[in-house]
């Protein structure tokens, strides 16, 4: 009778928005060495769906000193399935399509082979990791900035500009 009220207890399942809560809690105090960081895009959304990351590349590769804007989307099925990721810089990584910057599920194992207990912390901790690979640390780089402009699913033309 214990175990079985044991195995109970470690069954629970932490509520989508307590989860929620705890990743925005810890992504606005600061995470690890500083090269990786999100946090909500919009504070009204009560849902906590969209996200927006950022990446400083690993030094001593092609993606040192740059700096990387992502999109992260929390599902309803969040955590049971992984949130999409797109990268609003530009990027030339195997995992990563060309053309609309989306982290392909298939190409990158933490969201094919997805786990609950799994954050986008990792995810983000896990892409910059996969910058240092030998299949991506020396990749041809585009042009820093966002020049060429990528529509976001709105259909709204994105720029940057650092002044």
């Not at 504070?43 to 690993?58: E, F, H, K, L």
């Not at 740059?66 to 309803?76: A, D, E, G, P, S």
């Not at 530009?90 to 982290?103: K, L, Y």
Request: charged letters at 25%; proline letters at 7%; a negative charge.
């Amino acid at each position: 009778m214990q175990q079985e009220m044991a195995s109970e207890v470690s069954a629970v399942i932490v509520p989508r928005s307590f989860r929620l809560l705890e990743e925005l809690e810890r992504g606005e105090k600061g995470i690890g060495d500083g090269t990786v960081s999100y946090g909500m895009d919009d504070a009204d959304d009560v849902y906590m769906q969209s996200w927006t990351g950022t990446i400083i590349g690993p030094s001593h590769t092609v993606h040192e000193g740059r700096i990387y804007q992502l999109k992260l989307f929390c599902c309803h099925e969040y955590p049971e399935k992984p949130p999409s990721v797109k990268f609003q810089s530009r990027i030339n990584m195997s995992c990563v399509n060309q053309e609309t910057g989306v982290v392909e599920p298939s190409l990158f194992p933490m969201l094919s082979d997805w786990q609950r207990d799994y954050t986008m912390e990792d995810i983000l901790t896990q892409l910059k990791k996969e910058m240092t690979s030998p299949q991506n640390r020396k990749l041809t780089q585009p042009p820093e900035g966002n020049d060429e402009g990528r529509v976001d699913p709105k259909g709204l033309v994105l720029r940057c500009c650092i002044l």
